[in-house]
Every structure is written in C-alpha cells, then in structure tokens.
C-alpha cells in the first residue's frame, strides 16, 4: 500500500514537473512569439486559398455563362431563322450527345417539346435570368438530383428555351479547395507549433544553463562562465559580455580580498606592537615614570595606526571612484606651488634644496584636496629617501649634451628635489623627482599596485602606502603614477588628463 | 563655559564629560538627537558637540533645526565619517567645524576653545597685538618693539591666525586647516619646522617668548609663560 502511494505521488509530481516544464515552456517569450508567428501564417494560408477558391469558381461560372449564352444565341438565331420545327430538331440532336448541355424546349403552357431535362425545380421556367437550380436528366432515375445553372429564354410565338450546364465540377473543384485549405492550415498550425517548441525549447535549454551557472556563481562560486555555443548568436553575445562582467568582479573580488589581506597586514602589526608595549608596561613598570612613558609610546603608536588606518580608507575611497563627484577645474601648477611651500622648509631642514619648476599653468579637473595629498605623499617620500647636498660637478654634463631645465650651471648646488607641472598635448604631468636610492626597475611597477611594499622601505613607515594613495589619486582621475629613473634616484609622475 | 555633548555612545560622553570637567568647562549630555535639540533649545550653551550619527535624530538635522530657528550657537561636529566631502556636507548644514574620530581631547578641547570664543572674538579689528608684538591686517606689516619683521605670505597668515586666537592652544591640524586648507595629514611634522621658522623671525633676539609650544597639542602665542 505504501509503496502504491509513493509511486502514485512521485507520479503526481512528475506529471506536476512536467507541467511546470511545460508551462515555462508556454511562457517563454520565443513561444509566445512563435504563436503570433502561426496565428499570421494560418491566417495568411487561409485567405490565399480563399482567394484562389474565389477567382477559380467565378472563372468556372464566367465561362459557364459564356457558353450557355453562346448557345441560347445560335438557338435563337436558328428558331429565328427556321421556326420551332428546325429548333427542337437541333435541340433533339444535342440532347442525346454523350456529357451535352442541358436543353429544354416548351410550349408557351409549359409542355416539354424537347430537350434532355426529366425535372426541375418549379417556377424555374418563369424566370428568364441566370439561375441555379436541381435537375433531373430524362435518362436517369427517379431520384438522382443534380445541380445546373440555367438560363430560360422566351422565344417568338410564346416557346420557351432553356439552356444549361451541369455545375457540379465546379462543386467538386470548391470541395478539393477546401479540403486543401483545411490541411494546409492544420499542417501549417502543427509544423508552426512543433516548430515553435523546439526552438523554445533549445533556446530554454541554453537559457536554463545560463540559469543554472549563475545560480552557482550567485552562491559563491566565481569561477563560473556562462557556456558559450559558439554560434555568434545573440545569446553568445550576451553571454560573452556577462562573462566579461563576471572576470571584472573575480578580479574586484579578488583585489578585495588583497586589499583586506594587506589592511590586516598593516593594522595588525601596529597593532600587535600597541599590545605589546602596553603588556610590557603592566609588567615591568617600576614607577609612575616608566607607565607614563609607556602611555606615551602607547598614544604615539594608536596615532600612527589612526593615521594608517586612515590613508588606508582614502586609498579604498579613490578606488571606489565615489569621490568622482567632487570635482572641479583648478591649476595644478598652483597645486604644485603650494604642496611645494608646505614642504620646502622641510626639505630645507634636512640639507635637501627643493625646487619648483612649474613656469606655465596646467589645467587640470579633479579634486584639489587629493591631488594636493598624492602629491604632499610623493613629496615627502622624496624628503625621506634623498640625498643632502650632492655638489654638482659630479653631475656636471658633458660638452655637447642637452641641458635640462632642473640641471643648474655648474658651481651651484643642485636641487635634491624637483617638483614640476607642466602641460603635454592633452595630459598634464605632476612630478617629483628626488637623488634617493631610487627604485629597481623590476620593483616599479609593483610598487605602484595596491598596498605593495618594498621589503626595503618597511623600515619607514607609510612610505608604501603614499605611492599606492597617490597611484589611487591618479587611477581616480583616469590618469596614472608613473615610476621612472631620475638617475640616480626615483622620479614619481602623475600623469593626469587635461582639462 | 558650557557645552552640550549629544553622544550616544555612553563610554565616549562620559569621558568627554570628565575631560571637560578636569579642565574647568561644564559639560551637559544628551543621547539622541530629539533630546539634544531639546536640551539645546532650552538652555544656553557657549558650544554644541554634535555626533553625526545619532539615535532618533541625525546630527546635522539637529544643527539644521537650531540654525532654522536662528539659533547660532556654535556646533561641532564629530563623525566616524573623515573625507572631505562629508566635511562639506557638515559645514553645508549648518557646522561651525568639523572633527573626525577618532580625535585626540586636546584637538577637541583646542577647537572648542576657539569656537567659544569667536563670538565675543576679535575677528574683525585690523591690528592683532600680543605684548610688543604687531600684526596690521591691512598694510600686512609686522613690527616687534621698534623693529619691524619681514615675513613671507604664509608666515603672515599663520602669524595672523594664531594672533587672532592669541592666548588659545591651536593644533597642527588647526594651522594645516586654516592657513593652508588643507585636510589631509601631511605625515611628516611640517607644520613644526613652519612654525621653528616662524619662531626664529619673531622670537629670537628678543628676550621674552612669545610663540610657546603645548606638549602634546599644539601652539600658542601670548604674552608671558
């Protein structure tokens, strides 16, 4: 018994997903489509055999008519000409021809003369127009019924001539139309509809797998594509692009993840000194000197985390683009001028000389307030790594080289740190370039990517994180950090486009 | 001087409400907005600390609602939000400043202080004078006793503002702010090497200092220790 229910209810549900598949099926828009497409077809087939039933049956009756005329003319003509006798005598003679014309000739009382007409219907003789009506040939039985168009014309001397041809051809030819027009209609209607559900049901099928994967994609799985058939169709193209749409998100997903990785990394080893510092102090701790000492050192390093943690934020703001909004036209030679002032005591503290080359003005649209931090953070990464007062004969260039601009006459001293803006074609280039130890020309690119850091530059702190805030900045405004060789040192450029 | 902080966050209003109180202020606390703009309407305080994100109430609707009803107490608002935009958005409402979190108290109270005193200030007179010290906001001289002390533009303006809240502590970040504009954190200790420089120029070879350094806050200039 419970196994008779079992089978009866997985049968009930397979009925019920069949009709679940098959009513996606019936809601498809292709299917929808494809009855529209069979509704005009059928309709379509119907009115060209109606149309060619018409045309044919009036050419049948056109010609009937002629002939029937033709000969109603020549009867007359003959009664005319020879009076009844030579009339019923031709008459006679067509009669008994085998597939004639009906013929019928009366007296004015209505007595058949001659002719091969048994009966008609009544009152047919009065009426001398074109008209339908059943018959009976004189030869047949009793109750044999045929079809005719007639016509009845009144002779001289109160005669009456009928003329007529059998129309059941014409019947029979109606009768062939239709029925071709009944199955052509079926046939287009079943062709159209199995027609329509295999197309639906191929373009579900793939529909269906592009379901299907990004159902797998939508719980976690990323790596998914939608199948491609190859075919170049519009579905191709679409998945194409929903597969270009997903490589970008597996790649943001993954920059996420890095990033987050790389925030933990910057924030859990400052914060893990913070913890330190602070379990030290509660264990070794002689005094109110030494606690206090240890809450300094404690505040100076939650500051300096503050200060990670907030770069951090503004380097994910710029890469979000949300601070696309805030922006306008302004000079960045100004820029330039004023991060460079901030700067310049600075630089003049550390023996460095910080020059300003920024002659002309270079329109840029962007947002002020981080193009001036990109370029403070290059700026002081410049101060950082440059060297104090190299004299300048070791760079003195030799006789016939091109001079550049930031290069003074021999004797002076040459600057540590150029900081320049000037405008090229439709690009304007913000630069710093310092006689620091400079970058690898392995490491540059690297270094400019997300939160990277040189091994080398750990030792000070935030370094890293100000080219990766300025790559941002410059990534934010459609531009790019471009690293390049100062010789000797690192020439960092915001190449921003131009207003 | 009395303050109203509106803070939900009990542990943080309690602290500021102590901080307040050690160094001599009144503090009043509210939860939410509708009590803080209760409490605002009601009483008379010299500065309002608004947090930006409140219970029942946002902060900047508070501060708009007060200033609708033409109520110009100073404002100051404090957000976990830091970017620049969401500074704008808050000056735009109606903020008299703006401080992000986390914020050190001397920041605070250093603000506050200049907040407070800006309405009975000396915003508007033309020569700033701290003992023989002279700043001419017109005719931008300088003169300390009888000599007068060359400086360049943004020597005059950061002389200028820190004169024009003489005998208040300002921070770095209250200088890089209001004489240059700038509200991101230079990393390095810029401000202090402008202001050695500004020192050397009004202070040295005069025996009486007058630019003084607050360990831990920030600067101030005025006439005696």
Redesign the interface.
């Known amino acids: 018994m419970a196994n008779s229910a079992a089978a009866f209810d997985s049968a009930k549900r397979a009925t019920r997903e069949g009709l679940t598949a098959l009513g996606k099926l019936l809601r498809t828009t292709l299917f929808k489509l494809s009855l529209v497409y069979l509704t005009v077809f059928a309709l379509f087939a119907a009115f060209l055999i109606g149309y060619f039933a018409w045309t044919t049956s009036s050419l049948i009756t056109r010609q009937i008519t002629e002939t029937i005329d033709a000969e109603i003319n020549g009867l007359s003509e003959l009664y005319n000409q020879g009076g009844i006798r030579r009339l019923l005598l031709l008459v006679d003679a067509r009669s008994r021809r085998p597939g004639s014309n009906l013929y019928l000739v009366t007296t004015p009382a209505g007595e058949g003369l001659a002719g091969n007409v048994g009966s008609l219907q009544p009152g047919i003789l009065e009426r001398t127009g074109l008209t339908e009506t059943s018959y009976r040939r004189l030869d047949e039985a009793e109750d044999t019924e045929h079809y005719a168009l007639v016509r009845v014309v009144r002779l001289g001397g109160g005669f009456r001539l009928l003329v007529g041809r059998d129309i059941e051809e014409r019947e029979r030819l109606h009768d062939i139309i239709l029925t071709a027009a009944r199955w052509s209609v079926a046939v287009v209607v079943v062709l159209g509809l199995v027609g329509g559900v295999f197309v639906t049901r191929r373009v579900l099928k793939r529909i269906d797998a592009m379901t299907g994967t990004t159902r797998t994609i939508m719980e976690g799985d990323l790596s998914g594509r939608l199948p491609i058939a190859g075919t170049g169709d519009e579905l191709d193209r679409l998945g194409e692009n929903l597969n270009a749409m997903l490589e970008r998100i597996e790649g943001l997903m993954h920059g996420l993840k890095e990033v987050s990785d790389n925030i933990a990394h910057d924030l859990r080893t400052p914060l893990t000194r913070l913890r330190n510092r602070a379990e030290e102090a509660l264990r070794t701790a002689k005094g109110d000197g030494d606690y206090r000492a240890a809450l300094e050192n404690v505040l100076e390093e939650s500051?300096g985390l503050?200060?990670t943690f907030?770069?951090l934020?503004?380097i994910a703001?710029a890469e979000s683009g949300e601070?696309r909004?805030?922006m306008d036209e302004f000079d960045a030679a100004e820029i330039v001028h004023?991060v460079a002032?901030?700067?310049e005591?600075?630089a003049?503290?550390k023996g460095l000389a910080l020059k300003v080359d920024a002659p002309a003005p270079a329109p840029i649209k962007g947002?002020r307030?981080?193009i001036?931090?990109a370029l403070?953070?290059l700026i002081?990464n410049a101060?950082k790594y440059a060297a104090p007062k190299l004299a300048a004969p070791a760079l003195a260039p030799a006789v016939g080289d091109v001079v550049a601009d930031a290069v003074p006459p021999p004797g002076e001293v040459a600057p540590a740190i150029v900081v320049s803006a000037r405008a090229e074609g439709n690009r304007v280039l913000l630069s710093v370039a310092d006689n620091g130890p400079g970058i690898p020309a392995a490491d540059r690119l690297h270094v400019v990517e997300r939160f990277v850091r040189l091994e080398q530059s750990r030792s000070q702190p935030?370094a890293g994180l100000?080219l990766s805030l300025a790559a941002a900045v410059a990534r934010l405004h459609r531009g790019e950090l471009v690293l390049g060789d100062n010789a000797p040192g690192l020439k960092a450029t915001l190449a921003l486009s131009r207003a | 001087m009395r303050l109203l902080i509106v803070e939900d966050d009990r542990d943080a209003a309690d602290y500021l409400v102590k901080a307040f109180r050690e160094v001599g202020h009144v503090a009043d606390h509210a939860v939410d907005g509708e009590e803080g703009l209760a409490m605002a309407l009601g009483e008379q305080y010299d500065v309002l600390i608004i947090d930006r994100m409140l219970p029942k109430r946002d902060g900047l609707s508070v501060i708009g609602t007060l200033r609708a009803k033409s109520i110009d107490t100073p404002a100051l608002i404090l957000s976990a939000l830091g970017q620049v935009d969401d500074r704008v958005k808050g000056l735009r409402a109606g903020g008299d400043d703006y401080l992000p979190k986390p914020y050190s108290f001397s920041e605070l109270l250093a603000r506050v202080e200049v907040l407070a005193r800006r309405r009975s200030g000396r915003g508007e007179e033309t020569v700033y004078r701290v003992a023989d010290l002279e700043l001419d906001r017109l005719s931008h001289r300088v003169t300390r006793g009888e000599s007068e002390i060359v400086l360049q533009p943004r020597e005059f303006r950061l002389l200028e503002y820190l004169m024009k809240h003489a005998g208040q502590v300002v921070t770095r970040t209250m200088l890089l702010e209001n004489v240059w504009d700038y509200h991101f954190d230079p990393q390095t200790n810029v401000i202090d090497v402008h202001m050695s420089r500004l020192r050397s120029k009004i202070d040295k070879g005069f025996s009486r200092a007058l630019l003084h350094t607050v360990r831990g806050a920030g600067y101030v200039i005025r006439d005696g220790k």
Do not use: F, H, W
Request: hydrophobic fraction near 35%; aromatic fraction near 4%; avoid cysteine.
């Open positions: 500051d503050i200060r907030n770069a934020l503004m703001r601070v909004e805030n004023d002032e901030l700067y005591p600075l003049d503290d947002n307030e981080l001036s931090q403070a953070n002081d101060i935030g100000g």
